[in-house]
């Protein structure tokens, strides 16, 4: 395990994809934190203590012992991995790492997250729900681009696991809780069953390492 | 001047402040390139031919000499930033430029680019016209998030400008033609003044180095 960290404080929500992303990685990474659950609904990431830590008002977010913040799931993947083989060294592949997380923060998270969301809040008052057809075409869309790359290789970047699969799985793998169907991905199921078999490997709904030690 | 790549082919469209990103930092860097431009609106992205080379339909993207391919405007500027002084070498500040790199993609581009995109282009149905409010709302808070940061600091990240300013810079500099007014952000109004007072600036519409030698 290369370096270590001083304690760190992770904001966070047990259903969001975006938190457990950074809680898969520090997990398989055996790194250390707190968790601080906030619920997103009830607007607790709104709160004026929050935003003037964290402008953006959004989980996830790292709070380290000497103060530093950072914030944005995928800006947090690459810093943990940093050094280590969930990110890859070569310069080619750093740039493909980013390419998808570029795709899933935009083409990706905005139909396949958002749907899922809106799904399972029913209550929610949300003008988006004018746009879920739109929502579940382009999310659509976006698998389809998942399965074709995923046709002739085994992980989205190089030979190996890294954070590029994990950012792309928080949301693929609960697709059909906002209603896609993935039967006629088989590539991306494959895909999905091989980022579970990784050691270390914890579910959306655990809150930490408490199945590091598998 | 660090690095010299093989002849690039950069897929751009003038209008989009995505490709503008990769166009402004080539520019900036000295790096030579062959622009192909597409048309987005007449769907030249999403033709068979373009799909094969770049799932996702979209530019900018990128081909190389030697037939390597990458796409996202966010991980281009990474990938030939690198090395250079556009990308602190600090770790933790090159995870503050990919969190800012995300609060781009996902909060600022897709309310104010969107927004400056359909009001561009009303002869284009498009679903998204029912939220133009919401749209608007949105756009205004990552533009505050913008102005709480820029009020103590000359740029988003360290003490230099980076590659998070041009990524930023590209739809702020634009804003005012999807109906945002600057007026009450004076912190970002001086920071897109800085902006375009670095050497090498280009506008959005000059097609690559034409103002490079001003």
Redesign the interface.
Known sequence: MKGRFPMLRLYDYLPSGNGYKVRLLLTQLGIEFERVELDIVKGETRTPEFLGKF??GRIPAVEFDDG?R???????L??FA?GTPFLPAA??E???V??W???E???H??NIASLRYLVSHPELQD??R??L??MLRLGHEALA?ME??LGSREWFVGSHYSIADIALYAYTHVAHEGGYDLAGYPAIRRWLERVRGEPRHIAITDQCGAAASR
Do not use: G, I, K, T
């Open positions: 402008p953006n530093r950072l914030f944005e799931s995928n800006a947090l690459w810093y940093e310069r080619m750093r740039a493909e980013l390419q997380f570029c795709f923060q935009y083409s998270e905005p003008p988006r004018a746009l057809d739109r681009v074709r790359h």
